[in-house]
């Protein structure tokens, strides 16, 4: 272990520590499908659904108590706002805490890399004007903390020295919908509850996501793992592309 710096001020001491991490090898890799009142974790020998509607009760209460101020001075109200917000945002962090710290310890037992799926835009997927209502809007908008639960596993990911996969869009498409044992276009039962016509299978939508975000997880390590095995070709070629112009730069190697 070693410290790096210090910093005090007048209500908080903040110490940063490094320490010399060994790469783990990972035999597995372990799927993780985030959603607004839970987070699933698994691949097809096992999973585990997190429950964090705790999360949406504690950002729900906030917003309640913050829609009630009647005082006139902003500033109070602003003072007052602050207050309730920094403990919502504490009590969250100690949530996604704990669940990101056994998605890890789990995943280091098993040498298991996770791989997270690319969420960017996930709060656009509801807006002002889709008759969802305010509701709806605000789980996505302001509820969830996808942020913050993909922060706290790559820094404890990377304190153990597991390895953390991160995938496109493109390679996350129809995760949920798609069948997790042959492929096939799944259709919805009951709630979140997925069947396939072709194969028979009756299973979960967020075990069915998170297996199949493990399985395209697996496939991306082959691939890097055979990139690095045969090294880069001996013509690289770079794009640069900034508005109509295109430049292009080759490297002999």
């Given at each position: 272990?070693?410290?790096h710096?210090f910093?005090?001020?007048?209500?908080?001491?903040s110490?940063s520590?490094?320490?010399d991490?060994?790469?783990?090898?990972?035999?597995n890799?372990?799927?993780?499908?985030?959603?607004?009142k839970?987070?699933?974790?698994?691949n097809e020998?096992?999973?585990?659904?997190y429950?964090?509607?705790?999360?949406?009760?504690?950002?729900?209460r906030?917003?309640?108590?913050v829609?009630?101020?009647?005082?006139?001075?902003?500033?109070?109200?602003?003072?007052?706002?602050?207050?309730?917000?920094?403990r919502?945002?504490?009590?969250t962090?100690?949530?996604?805490?704990?669940?990101?710290?056994?998605?890890?310890?789990?995943?280091?037992?098993?040498?298991?890399?996770?791989?997270?799926?690319?969420?960017k835009?996930?709060?656009?997927?509801?807006n002002k004007?889709?008759?969802?209502?305010?509701?709806h809007?605000?789980?996505f908008?302001?509820?969830?903390?996808?942020?913050?639960?993909?922060?706290?596993?790559k820094y404890?990911?990377?304190?153990?020295?597991?390895?953390v996969?991160e995938?496109?869009r493109?390679?996350t498409r129809?995760?949920?919908r798609?069948?997790?044992?042959c492929?096939?276009?799944?259709?919805?039962?009951?709630g979140?509850?997925?069947?396939?016509d072709?194969?028979?299978?009756?299973?979960d939508?967020?075990i069915?996501a998170?297996?199949?975000?493990?399985?395209r997880?697996?496939t991306w390590?082959?691939?890097?793992?055979?990139y690095?095995?045969?090294?880069?070709?001996?013509?690289a070629?770079?794009q640069?592309?900034?508005?109509?112009?295109?430049?292009?730069?080759r490297?002999?190697?």
């Open positions: 272990m070693k410290i710096s910093t005090i001020t007048e209500k908080i001491l110490i520590i490094g320490k991490v060994n790469d783990l090898e990972s035999i890799a372990v799927g993780v499908d985030r959603n607004i839970n987070v699933t974790v698994g020998k096992h999973s585990e659904i429950d964090l509607s705790d999360v949406v009760k504690i950002k729900g906030y917003r309640k108590k829609s009630h101020f009647k005082r006139n001075d902003r500033r109070i109200r602003k003072k007052i706002a602050s207050k309730y917000g920094k919502s945002k504490n009590r962090r100690q949530i996604v805490h704990k669940v990101s710290k056994e998605i890890v310890n789990n995943a280091k037992n098993n040498k298991e890399a996770i791989v997270l799926e690319n969420i835009g996930i709060r656009e997927i509801t004007g889709d008759y969802k209502g305010k509701d809007r605000f789980k908008h302001n509820a969830f903390p996808y942020g913050m639960l993909e922060f706290q596993i404890k990911a990377a304190w153990e020295g597991l390895q996969i995938l496109s493109k390679e129809n995760t949920s798609e069948c997790s044992v492929g096939s276009l799944t259709r919805t039962e009951h979140r509850i997925l069947h396939c072709k194969c028979g299978l009756t299973i939508r967020d069915n998170a297996i199949n975000i493990s399985k997880g697996r390590l082959k691939r890097s793992l055979q690095m095995e045969k090294g880069p070709s001996g013509e070629m770079i640069f592309k900034d508005g109509e112009q295109m430049m292009v730069s490297d002999p190697g």
